[in-house]
Structures are given as structure tokens and as C-alpha cells.
């Protein structure tokens, strides 16, 4: 697979700033030109916003992310887990609020046309019982009035019917701004459809029968949300909390960001360290050449050491930054990678001291190094 390392451009800073700063009308909306993966790793993961604001600092690219998902054994399992269960909470959002508008609407607009008769000077349940008392004694649509008594004696009663009431042909209706065309998507919502969609989510990560699927939690969470799930009928999104935390923990503060460390390193410093490299080996040689001419017309000690010990020292150390300890420094000078942990907000102390060992160790060796090559040319 061919290898390549892609900065941030002006364009996807924009772009994905906005998606971070407006992102929950965007999830509402679901409006994206990126694929389901990418945009909601953009939501977990917030600390990416901060790399890539900061060009300065950290590559970023979604090669990254995709390289992570096919390194890392069942993470893709977890996103998309994720990503089910957003939208399993999104269905039970649409299918509340369109039972609470139901029951509102239905009964504001039945009081309203109650409220309409002569007698305004008594309360609306005990007139709304004469005026059904009198069309029922005459025999006028008998069946539908004696439903409707029933439900309006008390307002709890009525909240508890809707309540209560099959919601199974209630419709959702959305519709597109569009100049000229209206447009409206249609779908059925009832408890059953929530039931179903939890046990999907079980089935598809939790209870498996291709094992690589399943997500790795506890055998005692999966008994007691089978039982819950089957058993209770229980469909609600707090069942699945524990796993969630789980998941969002994986994702945001776990391996990924320690990969994502890994990745900064290896593209920042191989990059940078590249540059260098070629610079201290024209360095090198240019210094080796001069040392010969120094040592051909027998200049003094202290022009030798000027033109000899420092010099070399800096290209030495600009090749062993390649060669040796690519992935900890940047440049000759040994800039630290350090700087790296805290734009992705994450402290390791076991890293940070290998850093720093590591530097004092190719420091120590290419001063040795030049100490014995130029000696021998200095002192020749």
C-alpha cells in the first residue's frame, strides 16, 4: 500500500470546524458529504479539531483513521455500535415527541371546538357531558358520543387513554425547503419498532453468531440485558449506557488516541527528519572536504576545531535524527516531540521519559562520535 502523508488544508479546517460547531443540528439534519464513519469519529473524537485547526502541530487525514479501523482488532465494531445506537435514540425521541404532539394536539383542539357552545359559564367536562347526555337520548351518533363521554369525565383520565392508545398509524412528516417542491417521508412508529430495533443492536453486537462482530462486554451485562430486552420487553436507550461509556471511552481516550500518538510521530518527525537528513549529509560532506583542505595547508588547531567540532557535530545529529530516533525528535537542534501530547490531551509519563531518555542517549552518542572524527582530523 502505497504511503502518504496529507496536512490539513485551508478548506478542511472550515469544513470540519463548522461540523463541530454546529454539530447537533447537523445530526438532526443528517446532512453530510462524508461517510458515517468519518463524521461521527468527528463527534467522539473532538480532539482532532484541535489537531487539525493547528497545522503547526499535527497532520490529520482520515487515511489515519482508516489505517486505525483495519490495524486494531473488533474498534470497528464499536463505531458502528455507535452509530446503531445513535440512531436507535433518535427513533425514540421522534417516537415521543410524536406521541406527546398527538395527545396535545387532540386534545386542544376537541376543548377548543368544546368551548364553542352557549354554555361558557360552566366547566368544559361537565358541559361536554349535557351536550353528550342530549345526543345520546336522541339516538344521535350514539356509539362515537358515549366513546368520546367517556374520555372527557376527567382531564387525567383522558391523558391516560392517549396515553395508553396504539400509536401504530401515526405518521412523521417532514418536509424540504424546496422552491417549488414539497416533498414528505412517511413511516410508522409504535413500541414494537423500538422493541425490534434494541434487539437488533443485541443481536448484532453482543450476541453474534459471527464472533468477530461481537464487541467485547462482560458476560454478565449481555444475561441481564437479554433478560430485560426479551423477557421485559424493554426497549429504552439507558439500557445500553454501560456499553456506551464503554465504547465512547475506547474511542475517545483509549487506543485510538494512543495510535493516533504513534501516527502524529512517525508522519510529523519522518517528514521533518527527512529534510534534515539530506542537510546534514551536504553538511557532512561539505565538512569533510574543508577538514581536507584545512589538514592539506596545515592550518592552526583553532581554526580546525571551529571549522571541524562544531560543524560536524550539527550534521551528524541532523543524520542520527533520521536514522536512529525518527520518531521521538525533529530537527538538529532536538526539538522535543513532547509538544504533540498536549494538543491531543493525553499524558503519558512512561512515553515522555522514553522521549527524553532516548534523546540524551543520541545526544550523548553523536557528540562522541564527533569528538572521535574530528580529532583524528584536527590532531592529524
Known amino acids: 500500500m502505497k504511503k502518504f502523508f496529507k496536512y490539513a488544508t485551508d478548506n478542511e479546517i472550515k469544513y470540519y470546524t463548522k461540523i463541530n460547531e454546529g454539530k447537533d443540528e447537523r ?12 463524521k461521527y469519529h468527528m ?11 493547528n497545522r503547526t502541530h499535527a497532520p490529520f487525514c482520515t487515511y489515519n483513521f482508516n489505517v486505525w479501523l483495519k490495524e486494531v482488532e473488533s474498534m470497528d465494531n464499536y463505531l458502528d455500535f455507535l452509530l446503531d445506537l445513535l440512531s436507535h435514540k433518535r427513533l425514540i425521541e421522534s417516537y415521543k415527541s410524536v406521541r ?22 360552566k366547566s368544559f367536562n361537565q358541559e361536554m357531558y349535557n351536550v353528550l347526555n342530549y345526543r345520546s337520548q336522541n339516538n344521535t351518533f350514539k356509539d362515537s ?10 382531564n387525567d383520565s383522558l391523558e391516560k387513554s392517549y396515553i395508553e ?16 417542491i414539497h416533498s414528505s417521508i412517511r413511516r410508522n412508529v409504535s413500541a414494537k419498532d423500538l422493541l425490534y430495533s434494541a434487539k437488533q443492536i443485541f443481536e448484532s453486537y453482543l450476541d453474534n453468531k459471527d464472533k468477530s462482530k461481537n ?10 440485558l437479554k433478560k430485560k430486552i426479551y423477557e421485559d420487553k424493554l426497549w429504552y436507550y439507558e439500557l445500553f449506557e454501560d456499553i456506551y461509556q464503554q465504547a465512547l471511552y475506547i474511542l475517545n481516550i483509549g487506543p485510538y488516541q494512543r495510535f493516533l500518538i504513534k501516527r502524529i510521530k512517525s508522519n510529523v ?35 580546525r576545531v571551529l571549522f571541524s567540532y562544531i560543524p560536524l557535530f550539527i550534521s551528524l545529529h541532523s543524520v542520527s535524527v533520521y536514522i536512529d530516533d525518527f520518531d521521538f525528535l525533529i530537527g538538529f537542534m532536538g526539538k522535543s516531540i513532547s509538544g504533540y501530547f498536549d494538543v ?21 552518542m553523536t557528540l562522541l562520535l564527533d569528538i572521535i572524527i574530528s580529532t583524528i582530523f584536527v590532531f592529524v
Not at 358520543?145 to 376527567?154: A, C, D, Q, V, Y
Request: aromatic share 12%.
Open 269 to 303: 518527525s519522518r517528514k521533518h527528519s527527512l529534510m534534515r537528513f539530506i542537510l546534514g549529509l551536504v553538511l557532512f560532506f561539505i565538512i569533510i572536504g574543508y577538514l581536507f583542505i584545512l589538514v592539506f595547508y596545515k592550518s592552526s588547531i583553532l581554526i
Open 165 to 180: 392508545q396504539d400509536i401504530s398509524n401515526l405518521n412523521i412528516v417532514s418536509l424540504e425547503d424546496t422552491p417549488s
Open 344 to 364: 491531543i490531551d493525553i499524558k503519558d509519563e512512561e512515553i515522555i521519559k522514553f522521549h527524553r531518555w532516548k534523546s540524551k542517549k543520541n545526544l550523548i
Open 27 to 38: 445530526i438532526k439534519n443528517n446532512n453530510y458529504e462524508i461517510s458515517e464513519k468519518i
Open 215 to 224: 464487541i467485547d462486554v462482560s458476560p454478565a451485562i449481555i444475561k441481564v
Open 100 to 121: 406527546s404532539f398527538s395527545i396535545e394536539n387532540e386534545y386542544n383542539s376537541f376543548r377548543n371546538n368544546s368551548l364553542r357552545n352557549e354554555y361558557s359559564n
Open 145 to 154: 358520543e358515549r366513546e368520546s363521554n367517556s374520555f372527557l369525565k376527567s
Open 43 to 53: 463527534f467522539v473524537l473532538p480532539s482532532l479539531k484541535e489537531c487539525l485547526e
